[in-house]
């Protein structure tokens, strides 16, 4: 269970920080916005939180487990995209959604 709750978390984080990247990148004007705008740091430790689980997770199990499970980051960025970014959700966005969650299912069985 422990497992299954840091692969969340690690994903979670690299999907949280795309987002605030995203988020953050409309504000860039030039190359010294990108090292002055909170969002693009936000967006930053993000990725650093998810990448430390990251290494954390791959001290302890199989690189074909872990990695090929990064992939539940999309399943938060297409709810993250719908929820806070207004954007629209087509039918094959869901099936690629679905084909993510089987094969995640697949590999830790």
């Known amino acids: 269970m422990k497992f299954f709750f ?3 978390i690690m994903t979670l984080c690299g999907a949280l920080g795309a987002l605030f990247l995203k988020t953050g990148a409309v504000r860039i004007t030039g190359i010294r916005s990108v090292f002055t705008t909170p969002k693009i740091w936000l967006g930053g430790c ?3 939180a998810g990448a430390l689980m990251n290494i954390a997770l791959l001290h302890h199990y199989a690189y074909s487990i872990v990695y090929p499970l990064t992939a539940i980051t999309y399943v938060w960025s297409l709810i993250f995209s719908a929820l ?4 629209r959700i087509t039918v094959e ?3 690629g959604i679905a084909a993510i969650c089987i094969g995640a299912f697949l590999l830790v069985q």
């Open 93 to 95: 966005k869901c099936l």
């Open 46 to 48: 993000f990725y650093l």
């Open 84 to 87: 806070l970014l207004h954007e």
């Open 6 to 8: 840091c692969i969340l």
